[in-house]
């Protein structure tokens, strides 16, 4: 087999595992090292003309790993990418060629926006898919718990300052970009709901293992603040979620309760008066948790006609999702297909999901 079939086999394979796992950025796709050492190979042997999305993904998770594992600047990152190649660092090829692929491919693919202009566009867009790495995991989880300190209500500006005292350049890349903040925000958000026990250990064992990993060590720097409040701060509240009414046999958003009293939650209609509410249309509604935190679209979300089937916990009856891999439980399948649903699987039958925009669905 050629190098350049090699490639386009391969880079099958990860196309396909980034579609069928939606990751928000590139370095969530693990790549062993002796995989990595092949694709390096590999490319370096083909330096292919003709870039197919497979030699792109290759060339892409070469390039994100790297960065990942340099964590110094820009140059160090160039140099260990050629390194790796078996040649000098070219500044000419990187702008002209290997740049423009991997920023193409990453643009095309994912919602992580990338830098458009700059000196160091290229390899800016790199390092925003390097995420997280492990090398700067630590400063990153000092940022999420210095953050959490007055619950969920920081602002942007905060932020931004604070962003600027993680020491990893490859971290600080990734976090001064939209995308970054949304990450570290719904990061926040999920380590409130681990200490307040709302997710449970079988549910994180279901998030994919880089998310679970940096979840993990993230709870672990704010179980180590010393004599630390619990996290019931104003501000503190968890996301609403999207849940199903099984008695009305509807979708519904479900608030806190206590959030609910303590008049904390706003939706495009206004202040929310009631812990649930039914759905109206098929778009994820946006709500924002005072003191004036910044609007959100609700997620994860799902509606009849998104896809044949969606799963939702037997004990709050919050959607789960409507793919990948959860834990042994009970669960409400809401279905299309119900004839695909094997006979052992069901536990009761509960009927018809009243829908105003699609198709009537069958739950179970």
Known sequence: ???????????????????????????????????????????????????????????????????????????????????????????????????????????????????????????????????????????????????????????????????????????????????????????????????????????????PSYRRSLYEAALTALHRVPNRPRLALKGSYPPPTLGLDVTARRLVIQFDPQGVNANVYRTAKGAVYYATQAVSGTESPVYSIRP?????ELRPWWSPGLSQSALFRAGDCALVGNSGIVAPGRYYLVTSVPESIPNDFILEDSGYLESEDADALETY
């Open 292 to 296: 004036e935190t910044d609007w959100t």
């Open 1 to 207: 087999m050629s190098s350049e079939e090699w490639l386009d086999q391969v880079g099958q394979e990860y196309l396909a595992q980034v579609e069928a796992e939606e990751p928000q950025f590139l370095i969530e796709i693990d790549v062993p090292d002796a995989r990595l050492k092949d694709i390096f190979a590999n490319i370096g042997r083909a330096r292919p003309h003709h870039w197919s999305p497979q030699k792109r993904i290759c060339l892409a998770l070469a390039a994100v790993h790297s960065a990942a594992q340099a964590d110094e600047s820009e140059d160090s990152f160039r140099e260990m990418f050629y390194k790796r190649l078996g040649r000098h660092f070219n500044l000419t090829e990187w702008d002209s060629e290997y740049g423009p692929v991997i920023s193409e491919f990453l643009g095309a693919w994912f919602s992580v926006d990338v830098p458009t202009s700059g000196p160091y566009r290229y390899v800016g867009t790199v390092y925003r898919h390097a995420g997280i790495p492990v090398p700067a995991r630590s400063g990153f989880c000092l940022l999420v718990v210095g953050l959490l300190q007055d619950g969920l209500a920081f602002t942007r500006n905060q932020y931004d300052d604070a962003v600027q005292r993680v020491p990893s350049l490859v971290a600080q890349c990734f976090l001064e970009s939209d995308s970054g903040y949304e990450f570290t925000k719904q990061t926040a958000r999920t380590i409130l709901r681990l200490d307040h026990g709302q997710i449970s250990r079988e549910e994180l064992e279901a998030f």
